[in-house]
Every structure is written in C-alpha cells, then in structure tokens.
C-alpha cells in the first residue's frame, strides 16, 4: 500500500555541517525521486538527509 507523506525535506550538507542545498516538499507519494545538481560544488563527500513526517534518511553523497 502507497503512503503519502505530508512534509518532507531534503537537506545537502558539507562534512564540516554546512548546508549547501535545501528543498521542501509537499505531499508526495513513496515513489519520490530528486535530481540535485552538484556540479558547482567542490568534490568530496556529502551528507543527504531526508526528513519526511517524523522520519529521517541519511546517505552519504560523493560528488567526482
């Protein structure tokens, strides 16, 4: 069964805690999907983090 989420965000951050891309969300269903550009963006390692109703998501993002 399909779940909608309310609220959700996706927040970008550098490894010294910086926020370097933020997005809000409004109802969106499970099947979410969302290209980020970082190609103006140093390389190195990122953290994505996804806050949605109460949850929270975080993988690691290395950018080339």
């Known amino acids: 069964a399909e779940r909608a989420v309310k609220e959700a965000q996706l927040t970008v951050s550098d490894m010294a805690g910086r926020v370097v891309w933020r997005q809000q969300y409004q109802n969106i269903d499970e099947n979410f999907y969302q290209d980020i550009d970082m190609s103006a963006y ?5 953290l994505a983090e996804l806050r949605a109703d109460g949850e929270r998501l975080t993988k690691k993002l290395v950018v080339h």
Do not use: Q
Request: glycine share 20%; no cysteine.
């Open 42 to 46: 140093p390389k190195g390692i990122y």
